[in-house]
């Protein structure tokens, strides 16, 4: 079977709905057919400063929340990034394979640092897509799923694996990105010429799946449009209406085409009414199942100790490999 692996940040506690249609579903979708690997990346987490208590509980939300979209143990490998210690292990030898250069040219660090100055910036998230390379490469991943953001991510990982099957032999399974074009970039609800981003956002803007379903029901009959009437898809100069468009299209599974006759001769505030009612029945359950999983942490940890444990079996192998192709000792 095909092997996917994917990954997400435990960084705010609660995962908003770009997070959830752009990479989340997906990963509920793949792990009936693959062979699936899903981790909450906190060694990731902390390129940013994190408070220690709140990024433990955040760690489990964000499993929880896993759980709750769906999510089944028996069907994927459910872990924890830093409770595989090779992670960082591989980290290291990518680092001494990417050229600066390259790191440099990563459109993600320079954003971010440009947002936080060079005093707040650090190495780690400068090397934030080294560990992403190896966090893929560990498992040969055939497929990643994720959002539009992360596919110059999936590419350096794609140019490292080949680097290192070339120099030493073939070793690694070259990854294609997995990204569905329809929710590759939910947008900002305020600002659609950009994405909806948990450290971007303003929080009108971002939907947060744990926040109450009154709040965000309101952001939708809120979101910012144009001064046009008509709904109608057009990604350049309907922005705004073109994005809840996307977002319908996905929950309720209708084609864009489809909502777009539902709505003619109705002007915006219909479609944003009928989103915000869709994201409603939708989210309420999922809290539901989160907060379940949440009730029990002892079987949640449990649950992240088994993932982690058949995690480990398939990275340790690849790991060992890498050492004795790099010409590293035995230690015994
Ligand atoms: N707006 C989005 N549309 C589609 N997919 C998205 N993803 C993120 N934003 C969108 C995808 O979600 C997965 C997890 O990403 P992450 O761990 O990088 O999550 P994040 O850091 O919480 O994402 P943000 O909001 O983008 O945070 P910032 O801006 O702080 O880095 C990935 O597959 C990603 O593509």
Redesign the pocket.
């Known amino acids: 079977r095909p092997r996917v692996l ?4 435990p ?2 506690g609660s ?10 579903r997906q990963w509920v979708d793949l792990q009936k057919e693959n062979d699936a690997f899903y981790m909450v ?1 906190d060694l ?1 987490a902390i390129t ?1 400063p994190q408070d220690p208590a709140t990024l433990r509980q955040n760690t489990r939300i964000s499993a929880a929340q896993l759980l709750g979209a769906g999510l089944d143990p028996e069907h994927c490998t459910l872990f924890v990034q830093s409770h595989v210690p090779e992670h960082a292990q591989l980290a290291w030898v990518m680092n001494c394979l990417t050229g600066f250069g390259e790191a440099s040219r990563m459109t ?1 660090f320079k954003d ?1 640092s440009s947002r936080y100055g060079a005093d707040s910036t650090t190495v780690g998230l400068f090397t934030y897509p080294i560990l992403q390379i190896a966090d893929i490469l560990l498992y040969q991943a055939d497929a990643v ?6 596919r110059q991510h999936v590419e350096i990982t794609r140019d490292l694996a080949e680097r290192f099957n070339s120099r030493y032999s073939p070793t690694f399974t070259v990854p294609k990105p997995y ?1 569905l074009k329809e ?6 609800l305020q600002d659609p010429a950009v ?7 303003s929080p009108k803007g ?1 939907v947060s799946l744990l926040d109450e379903p009154k709040a965000s029901a309101k952001k939708f009959r809120s979101a910012v449009t144009d001064t046009g009437t008509v709904v109608s898809y057009d990604e350049q100069e309907k922005a705004g209406v073109s994005n809840l468009l996307r977002i319908h299209s996905a929950l309720s599974g209708q084609s864009v085409e489809q909502l777009v006759a539902h709505f003619e001769g109705r002007m915006y505030g219909a479609l944003k009414t009928e989103l915000a009612e869709l994201f409603t029945e939708w989210v309420l359950p999922f809290q539901e199942r989160t907060r379940t999983f949440l009730d029990d942490p002892a079987e949640l940890d449990r649950a992240l100790a088994v993932g982690a444990e058949k995690a480990r079996a398939v990275a340790s192998e690849t790991l060992a490999t890498v050492y004795d192709r790099i010409g590293f000792l035995p230690a015994s």
């Not at 799923?145 to 992360?150: F, H, I, R, S, T």
Request: aromatic share 4%; no cysteine; glycine share 10%.
């Open positions: 994917s990954g997400i940040q960084t705010s995962f908003h709905l770009g997070n959830y249609l752009g990479a989340v990346v990731h940013v993600q971010k799923p994720v959002g539009e953001d992360q990204i929710t590759a970039k939910i947008q900002d994405k909806m981003s948990k450290s971007a956002s971002l």
